[in-house]
Nanobody, 120 residues
């Protein structure tokens, strides 16, 4: 019914930048909140940043001031701009959307994950 496709991950040196994208498609009536999560090896998945339909944002303390989440509702896309990257940012990053489908069912959907590695 709904599919999320992520892109933009890769290998970057400390202090560098990456921009992640997540595009939603399928039987979508509307999209509510969107967010980015990350999971490092042996660790639990954690919230990195979230954004409401109206554009209100929240960030984990560890990324505040360095990361920016944004969305383009017309393109059904959420972005995560990551600046001043640190080795501790290394993880698989997942996007999540809260979707109201064309059947008027509200559900969470997850992207496939994209690897971000910060290393010199």
């Amino acid at each position: 019914q709904v599919q999320l496709v992520e892109s933009g991950g890769g290998l970057v040196q400390p202090g560098g930048s990456l921009r992640l994208s997540c595009v939603a498609s399928g039987s979508i009536f509307s999209i509510d909140a969107m967010g980015w999560y990350r999971q490092a090896p042996g660790k639990q998945r954690e919230l990195v940043a979230g954004i409401t339909r109206g554009g209100d944002t929240n960030y984990a303390d560890s990324v505040k001031g360095r990361f920016t989440i944004s969305r383009d509702n017309a393109k059904k896309t959420v972005y995560l701009q990551m600046n001043s990257l640190k080795p501790e940012d290394t993880a698989v990053y997942y996007c999540k959307t809260v979707v109201i489908t064309t059947s008027f069912v509200r559900s969470d959907y997850w992207g496939q994950g994209t690897q971000v590695t910060v290393s010199s």
